[in-house]
């Protein structure tokens, strides 16, 4: 039986929670572009723990943006700041997104266990475009449906099946940067 007391400081610190992705939302909205012209797409990630660590490494390594479809309200506090600093756009589904970043120039790729080119073997366009899907239910959209986006998998050597989306969402903007150096 959980103790009133414990549910209490549950509902009070997802409250405080929620007031400070509502304040940071409000201020993202003054966020500036980073110095590198990728983006990130995060597709119906779970709005916990993965989404704010994803957008302080996205500060650090110089995103353009990052695109959130269907990604619900996270606690900003793990992003130390960087959900103010990176422009954040929302969607509620995939085709919006895929049209802006198609008129905009952009080349898509989904980042995919086992499938298509390993991501060192791929030559990344300047205007490059990441989709990353659920950890559990992978993309939130079938892949066959829009030919244009390419996917990329990021080798792995053990026998899990797939790395954190937080971790494979560093490897590849570590990957574009490394690729993009003058």
């Known amino acids: 039986m959980v103790s009133r007391q414990y549910t209490n400081k549950r509902e009070e610190r997802y409250r405080t929670a929620m007031k400070r992705y509502q304040k940071d939302r409000q201020r993202n909205v003054l966020a500036q572009p980073g110095e590198h012209s990728f983006i990130l797409v995060l597709d119906n990630l779970q709005a916990g723990f993965n989404v704010p660590k994803i957008f302080r490494s996205a500060e650090a390594f110089g995103a353009h943006e990052i695109h959130l479809i269907n990604v619900g309200p996270f606690d900003?506090?793990?992003?130390?700041?960087?959900?103010?600093?990176?422009?954040?756009?929302?969607y509620n589904n995939i085709e919006d997104c895929f049209e802006q970043l198609k008129a905009r120039g952009y080349t898509l790729f989904t980042l995919e266990a086992d499938k298509g080119k390993t991501l060192f073997q791929a030559k990344l366009p300047e205007k490059s475009a990441f989709i990353l899907g659920n950890e559990d239910s992978g993309m939130s959209f079938d892949t066959a449906s829009y030919p244009d986006v390419e996917c990329l998998s990021i080798p792995h050597f053990g026998v899990t099946e797939s790395l954190n989306v937080s971790i494979a969402a560093s490897i590849v903007m570590y990957e574009y940067i490394s690729q993009h150096q003058e």
Do not use: M, S
Not at 76 to 90: H, L, T
């Open 76 to 90: 900003p506090a793990p992003a130390k700041g960087a959900f103010r600093k990176v422009p954040a756009k929302f």
